[in-house]
């Protein structure tokens, strides 16, 4: 059964730092591109970061370049999303999504809230 578990989401002030993790299972996680996504209240869902199956390529959305870092560890089928310098704006639920050919799967979500 394929799973994808986000984990590390809640509240923090603006400036602050957050780290998302997502556990892979139930697939060879190392074959699969991952990325992560995230849709904020009323608004489409939008593609964050990405990174590849081996790790050697990443691309960032331009309004979080520079603060958040994607990274993948294969030996433990997990992949993060390092948030710094968080802004209000980047309040928003954040999924991630594994992606191989056709095959396409997404985790349940995690809430990220930027407040004071």
């Known amino acids: 059964q394929v799973q994808l578990v986000e984990s590390g989401g809640g509240l923090v002030q603006p400036g602050g730092s957050l780290r998302l993790s997502c556990l892979a299972s139930g697939f060879t996680f190392s074959n699969y591109a991952m990325n992560w996504y995230r849709q904020a209240p009323g608004k489409e869902r939008e593609l964050v970061a990405g990174?590849?199956?081996?790790?050697?390529?990443?691309n960032y959305a331009d309004s979080v370049k520079g603060r958040f870092t994607i990274s993948r560890d294969n030996a433990k089928n997990t992949v993060f999303l390092e948030m710094n310098s968080l802004k209000p704006e980047d309040t928003a639920v954040y999924y991630c999504n594994a992606g191989f050919l056709r095959l396409v799967y997404w985790g349940k979500g995690t809430l990220v809230t930027v407040s004071s």
């Open positions: 990174i590849s199956s081996v790790g050697g390529n990443t």
